[in-house]
């Protein structure tokens, strides 16, 4: 079969893996208190659900990341997002809507007008480890940035988020080409140790990341986690491992249209996964000092009580 088949294969169960992790996250999300940590969320089968998800679906990423390159395989991520409507329409108990449809046609159509400029050559070349921790160093100090706090936390974390995960796949790339082609160097080295390092690290703290950002819905976050993972992936192939964008001027200018369809697709999905979200309901607030109590205790009247004393039982009903 056809490298460029493979890949794109494994992406699509990579992205229906996510899809039901992102949703599972979304859920779990609303029924946490914002002050909780993250040893609390272990206590949830839901997250454990969600990390076994997220593994299932990095595994396939990875070996679709064997069989193409980062400008083929990251663009696809977007299908998350894509598989993520009918998946969040069940769990909500509703239809898919007339924007998510316009908005998945518009995302599919714009994918693939990116895939037929897209390379479609196996990779095979590496980051050096200069490289690898220049790209850690500036993920590292962006990521930083985008944590502090200030206005609209929710998209700043996922844009982290989104950068983390893309970068994390872009260093699976290397460690996944360096481990099986043998001619890139040892199998065991520093670099490898360095980079394996850094995908661990930039894999959690993408997952961490999405999860604060879930807290104020899947809508809106999702999007700009799905936006923000391709664009830092391909910069990192575009820039320092020789991939390139296939044809001429033609080419490029279908692909600017597909990615902006694309794009525009994304943010359709993403409002109307925002407008579909349950809001999950908020506890009740103590009551203030001196303010009655309306109560819900059934009172059973006694079994020999006769039809003259029904009076009675609204009395006591009422008292309490």
């Known amino acids: 079969m056809n490298a460029t088949l493979i890949a794109v294969a494994l992406s699509l169960v990579s992205a229906a893996a996510y899809a039901s992790a992102a949703v599972a996250q979304a859920r779990l999300a609303g029924r946490t208190a914002p002050g909780a940590g993250t040893l609390r969320l272990l206590a949830h089968g839901a997250w454990w659900s969600a990390v076994g998800l997220n593994a299932g679906g990095a595994l396939l990423h990875v070996a679709a990341l064997k069989y193409g390159p980062l400008t083929l395989v990251q663009p696809l991520g977007a299908l998350t997002l894509v598989a993520a409507v009918p998946l969040g329409a069940r769990a909500a108990g509703r239809r898919v809507s007339t924007t998510e449809w316009r908005g998945t046609l ?4 714009g994918l693939g007008a990116l895939l037929t400029t897209s390379g479609g050559s196996a990779p095979h070349e590496t ?4 490289e690898a921790l220049a790209v850690g160093a500036g993920t590292m100090a962006v990521v930083a940035g985008l944590s502090r706090p200030g206005a609209r936390p929710g998209l700043r974390h996922a844009a982290a988020s989104g950068i983390t995960s893309g970068v994390a796949s872009a260093l ?5 080409v360096a481990v099986t082609d043998h001619t890139t160097g040892p199998l065991f080295s520093w670099r490898l140790v360095v980079v394996a390092t850094l995908v661990s690290a930039f894999a959690m703290g993408g997952l961490l990341l999405s999860q604060t950002a879930y807290r104020g819905g899947l809508g809106a976050p999702l999007a700009v986690v799905t936006l923000a993972n391709p664009v830092a992936a391909a910069a990192i192939g575009l820039a320092l491992l020789g991939e390139r964008l296939q044809g001429g001027t033609i080419s490029l200018f279908a692909a600017l249209l597909g990615a902006a369809a694309a794009t525009r697709g994304v943010f359709l999905l993403s409002r ?3 407008g579909a979200a349950p809001v999950a309901a908020p506890l009740p607030a103590a009551p203030a000092p001196g303010v009655p109590v309306p109560s819900r205790v059934v009172i059973r009247s006694p079994r ?6 029904g009076h009675l039982r609204r009395i006591r009903a009422g008292r309490s």
């Open 106 to 109: 518009l995302t599919l159509l």
């Open 127 to 130: 980051l050096s480890l200069v």
């Open 172 to 176: 699976t790339q290397t460690l996944t």
């Open 272 to 274: 109307a996964q925002a």
């Open 304 to 309: 020999g009580l006769r039809p003259e004393h």
